[in-house]
């Protein structure tokens, strides 16, 4: 059976939250043998929100795990686990470069022992929703997919060309522009351009979100 999985999404959003040890309700307690003494969990605003953005960071790591298992099970839309995937992308890089500093998104994982498979597969290595084509060969539609991966094609190029290097400029662009190529129909599974693109969105899901390219790599 199929649900609303928007409003289920931020359900899972804030039970995620409420698995994490947040500053708001919890202070780390440590004692001494008289079982006196106690330490605070942060110490100032700053550290506060280091803790905040932690909080947020597994709550969408853990929403994109429940939303692939509920696409696996065929209990949600094709097209609203495209929107919800997309959104949950977008909010992943940004939660990754304010959360993790000089860490990784690995680093955390494990800290934190998550059994989150699919969502380190569809966050760290794809990158983008699992590829839905159009069950239609023609028409309107397909038009406006053409014309969307040539705009995406464009912008990227544009992005390049003008040296925006950084991970968190070149990732969403790549992602916009796999995703419109991946609704194409009629194309094969080894179609040269979606090989091009899954490679270097692999590449740029393996970097941290503050990291940035090369020369090299941009010439390429």
């Known amino acids: 059976r199929?649900?609303?999985?928007?409003?289920?999404?931020?359900?899972?959003?804030?039970?995620?939250?409420?698995?994490?040890?947040?500053p708001e309700r919890v202070s780390i307690m440590v004692f001494d043998?008289?079982?006196e003494d106690g330490v605070e969990l942060y110490r100032n605003s700053r550290e506060r929100q280091a803790y905040d953005d932690q909080a947020t960071l597994y709550a969408i790591i853990l929403a994109t795990e429940h939303l692939e298992r509920a696409y696996a099970r065929d209990a949600i839309d094709p097209q609203e686990?495209?929107?919800?995937?997309?959104?949950l992308i977008s909010q992943f890089r940004l939660a990754e470069k304010a959360a993790l500093g000089g860490s990784t998104t690995e680093d955390f994982i494990k800290l934190y022992e998550m059994d989150v498979p699919r969502a380190r597969e569809r966050l760290l290595v794809m990158g983008v929703p699992e590829p839905i084509r159009s069950s239609a060969p023609g028409?309107?539609?397909?038009?406006?997919?053409?014309?969307?991966?040539?705009?995406?094609?464009?912008?990227t190029m544009d992005a390049v060309k003008l040296e925006q290097r950084a991970v968190d400029e070149l990732q969403p662009l790549l992602s916009d522009l796999m995703d419109s190529l991946t609704r194409l129909p009629e194309t094969p599974n080894d179609f040269e351009p979606n090989r091009k693109v899954q490679k270097w969105l692999q590449k740029l899901n393996a970097m941290r979100a503050v990291d940035e390219i090369n020369e090299e790599d941009s010439r390429q």
Do not use: M, W
């Open 81 to 87: 686990y495209t929107t919800e995937c997309n959104k």
């Open 2 to 22: 199929r649900e609303c999985f928007p409003t289920r999404v931020s359900s899972i959003l804030f039970a995620s939250l409420d698995q994490i040890v947040t």
């Open 139 to 155: 028409g309107t539609g397909v038009a406006v997919t053409v014309a969307e991966t040539v705009q995406h094609f464009i912008t």
């Open 33 to 35: 043998d008289d079982f």
